[in-house]
């Protein structure tokens, strides 16, 4: 009694899982409801960058309080030069680093803006671990150089 009759004239068919998964997204991005796989792909790749540059700062004045804790234990340091270099471009470095983080964090989510600002965000990357890595090698040639007064 409680039973529910199929007609005879209706067939039924199996529809895949895949094609009621892809009607389904269909359905979402134009109800507005879903996002586009690939500006959600952009907006996780900016995010990413802004967390990089945020990284690349923090590095670079771990780097810096290092140099200044070793300066500091230093009797008499010699060969100032290579600790004038390292201060240098590592000053370089950070600045870089938070002018990197300022284009990353300006470009989440924004289109058009991302395209314009890419090379230059690109550019301040590039710098950032150049100057991170010349300060560091300066640094240590700076080190190795005073290691004498240090034992």
């Known amino acids: 009694m409680g039973e529910r009759q199929?007609?005879?004239?209706?067939q039924r068919t199996e529809v895949p899982e895949e094609a009621l998964q892809a009607l389904a997204r269909e359905v979402a991005r134009e109800a507005g409801?879903?996002?586009d796989p690939n500006d959600t792909a952009l907006l996780q790749n900016d995010k990413a960058r802004?967390?990089?540059f945020r990284t690349l700062a923090f590095v670079n004045v771990g780097l810096l309080t290092g140099i200044v804790a070793t300066v500091a234990f230093l009797p008499e340091p010699r060969h100032i030069e290579w600790l004038s270099l390292s201060m240098g471009t590592n000053a370089l470095s950070i600045s870089l680093a938070l002018l990197g983080l300022w284009y990353a964090t300006r470009v989440v989510g924004q289109g058009e803006e991302r395209r314009r600002l890419r090379?230059?965000?690109e550019i301040s990357m590039l710098g950032?671990?150049?100057s991170f890595g010349e300060g560091l090698?300066?640094?240590?040639?700076?080190?190795l150089l005073n290691?004498?007064?240090l034992s």
């Open 137 to 143: 090698a300066a640094f240590d040639v700076f080190a």
């Open 50 to 52: 802004a967390e990089l």
């Open 6 to 10: 199929v007609p005879n004239n209706i």
């Open 147 to 149: 290691l004498g007064p």
């Open 119 to 121: 090379p230059f965000r």
């Open 33 to 35: 409801l879903a996002q």
């Open 128 to 130: 950032t671990v150049l």
